[in-house]
């Protein structure tokens, strides 16, 4: 039985294509998927055939958030029955490596992304209607929590691990530059987690509407002002000038969390304030454990409605990719595969 999927093949060539699912082996599980996300690594792919220093050389499925049902099991699977609803943590560390057994899983140089470039062959993703991951990627959802909320667990992650990787939060003033999906999931994030004050600072006006709808206590047009002294800044936008922000707005030995991925290269930034403030840069890729305390607090009610903005079916994925990489129309895009 054939499946459709979103294929990229470089720069501005996406096809819907079919393909021959693997059948589940020992240990995995054959996921019918319902819903995907449009993440900005899967627009990166489109528009520019690559992410950051991973470029496409083969035909790769895109996508990485995904949730839909189990519709078959390999041998040695138990507790996941057909049907189940769940979702589908995209990676797989190789747990073996000094990372891995340091319990930081999540910067594994060995590990598999669904969706990924930064291996060759590439890893395939997760936007085909049937798809075969190991048991362990697997996750029941909690009671509750319907498929469409379930699809933001994997970006709520990468917000979990930026705040996380922040520190103390709770009290304090937080700066989040840039107002995409994943800056506003850091805002709610952050909120969550009791920062008293939430500053998203975006250049354009819908996304910062969102960001106040889901955790954003304050919101500032980036061409129009300037940030007042925050005691956490977190860098989602992915530019240059998303990291100079934050840099000046942290007070004397505060912290700066880089979590939007910058362009390839090398990024100037303002390293004598980092010195004579003794401010603390800190990475965030991506996410471990986070995934399951993500899914809990969606079946909690975390407000991240707002986020959702628009679904196509997969026969309609280009316009998709179009409508998410147009910021004035659309936050998270989700893909419906079950009407391909």
Known sequence: M?????????AGDLRIEEREPAAPGPGDVEISVALGGICGSDLHYYHRGSVGDFHVREPMVLGHEVVGRVAATGSDVDGLEIGTPVAVHPATPCGACPECTR??????????????????????????????VPAAQVRPLPAGLD???????????????????????????????????IGCLTAAALKSAGAAEVVVTDLLDAPLAIAARVGATTTIRADRGDPEQVDVAIEASGSAAGLSTCVRAVR????????????????????????????QLLGAFRFDREFDDA??????????????????PLSEAVAAFDIAGDRTAASKVLLDLTAG
């Open 295 to 312: 899914l809990s607090l969606l079946a909690d009610g975390l407000p991240v409605d707002p986020v959702l903005t628009h679904t196509f």
């Open 252 to 279: 004397r030995g505060g912290a700066v969390v880089l979590l939007g991925l910058l362009p390839p290269g090398e990024t100037g930034f303002l390293g004598n304030v980092v010195v004579t403030r003794e401010l």
């Open 2 to 10: 054939s499946t459709r999927a979103c294929v990229v093949h470089g």
């Open 103 to 132: 319990d930081h899983r999540n910067v594994c140089a060995h590990s598999r992304y669904l969706g990924s470039a930064a291996r060759t062959p590439h890893v395939q993703g997760g936007f085909a209607q049937r798809i075969v």
């Open 147 to 181: 498929l469409r909320r379930a699809v933001l667990a994997e970006p709520l992650s990468v917000a979990l691990h930026a705040v996380r990787r922040a520190g103390e939060v709770t009290g304090r003033r937080v700066l989040v530059t840039g107002a995409g999906p």
